[in-house]
C-alpha cells in the first residue's frame, strides 16, 4: 500500500485549471569561502489557482498557497493555505473551520418565549456504513430533560435515520467531551460542546466545531496544519515534498485501509503536487520531453496535467501515413474509477483520439473527468506539433 496519506475529496469534479504567477526561491544569505559552516537560507513562495465548480454546481475559486523558507535545503519556515475566492467577493480561508464541510458540526439554539428550541444539530463526516454524509437533528422543546431519543434526525435526502445509525454517527461528536453516547443522554450534554449550555443554562447563538473523524482527520484546515506540521518535523525538502505528493496518492483505496498522517486524512489529487512544483520551478511544465524512432515508428513521449497529477503519454507516429496509430499513457496518478477509465490501456477515450487525431477539437470532454480528458487530448496535440516539425 501506499505510505502515508488519504484523502477526505468529495467527488470528482469538472474544473478548468489556471496557474497564477508564482515566484522562485530567493537566496537571502549565501556562505563566503570563509564561512562555509554558515547556513543557506532560501525563500519560496507559489500560489496556484484552480477555477471551475464545485460539486454542488456553483462556482469554485480555490487558490493554494505555499510559501516559507528554507535552510540548507530543509524547509523550516512553511505556511500552506487554500483562500476560496481570492481576491474576490466572499474571499475565505478553507483552513478557517467554516470553510468546508467535513468532519464538523453545527449547533443552534434559538430562544422560543420563555423556551428553547434546538433548531439544528448537524454534523458532516464520513462513516464506512454512509460513505460522506450529512445528517441534521432538531428538538422543538428543549429542556433540561431533553435526551438525545428526543431528537429529530435525518439525512440529506430527508431520510430519518434510526436510533442505531444516528448513535453511531453522533458518537462521533460525544467523543469529544468523553460521553459514551445512548438514547437517554441529556441533550444539555452535547451541546455543552459548544459552549450552548453553560453554567447551568442554554445559551442562545449558533456554534461550530470540530471532531475526530474516521481514520483521525479532524476539520479540514487542521488536517491542512497537520501536513505543514508533518513537512517540518520530517525535515524536509521541497523535493521531498513534491515526491510526497506526487506518488502518495490513495484516493482509490478504501478510506478504512489508508495510510494517515497524525491529524490527517486528507489525500493528495494534482493541485498539492502542482503547488510544489511551481514553488520549485516557477511555473507548470506541459510539453515534448523526448521522442525515440525505429522500424519505422516515431514515439513522442509528453507530458501533461490530469486531475491526480502529471500523465505521461506516449504517442506513435506510423512514419509512412504520418498518422497515429497508438496512445499509451506511461505514468499517471488517476483515480482508477474515474480518470483512470481513460488512461486505462485501449480505452473508449483513447480510442476515440486516435480516431479523431485530425479534429482533436471535436472529442467531448468526459463528465466526472474533465482535467483527464483535457490532458490527453493536449498530449496527442503537443505529439501531433511536434512530430510535424520533425
Known sequence: MKKLLAILAACAMALGLTACASTPKETTTTPTPEESTTPVVESFSAEYEIVGTTSAGKPKNDTFIFEGKTTDGIITELNFDIIRNKGLEGEYSKKDIMGYLMNISDAAVTKIGDGYELTNLGINGYETKFGQYMITAVCKDLTEDSTFKDLTITNYTGEQLSMEDSLMIYQYLANEAKIQLTEDTPLKDLLAIFDLYKDGAFVEGTKRVSFAGFNGGRSYGEQIDAIADYILAN?????????????????????????????????????????????????????????????????????????????????????????????????????????????????????????????????????????????????????VEYYNDL
Do not use: C, W
Open 235 to 383: 525535515n524536509m525538502t521541497l523535493e521531498d515534498v513534491y515526491e510526497m505528493f506526487k506518488t502518495v496518492n490513495q484516493q482509490s483505496e478504501p478510506i478504512e485501509e489508508r495510510d494517515t498522517i497524525t491529524g490527517a486524512t486528507i489525500a493528495f489529487v494534482g493541485d498539492f503536487q502542482r503547488m510544489v512544483y511551481m514553488a520549485i520551478h516557477g511555473e507548470l511544465f506541459e510539453g515534448v520531453t523526448t521522442h525515440s524512432t525505429a522500424e519505422g515508428v516515431t514515439k513522442v513521449e509528453v507530458v501533461t496535467q490530469g486531475y491526480a497529477g502529471e500523465i505521461e503519454t506516449h504517442v506513435s507516429f506510423d512514419d509512412s501515413t504520418k498518422k497515429i496509430t497508438a496512445i499509451t499513457v506511461r505514468d499517471d496518478q488517476e483515480t482508477d474509477t474515474v480518470g483512470g477509465l481513460l488512461t486505462a490501456e485501449g480505452s473508449e477515450f483513447i480510442q476515440k483520439l486516435i480516431d479523431n487525431q485530425d479534429a482533436l477539437d471535436s472529442v467531448d470532454a468526459v463528465a466526472g473527468a474533465t482535467l483527464t480528458s483535457n490532458g490527453l487530448v493536449k498530449a496527442v496535440q503537443f505529439a
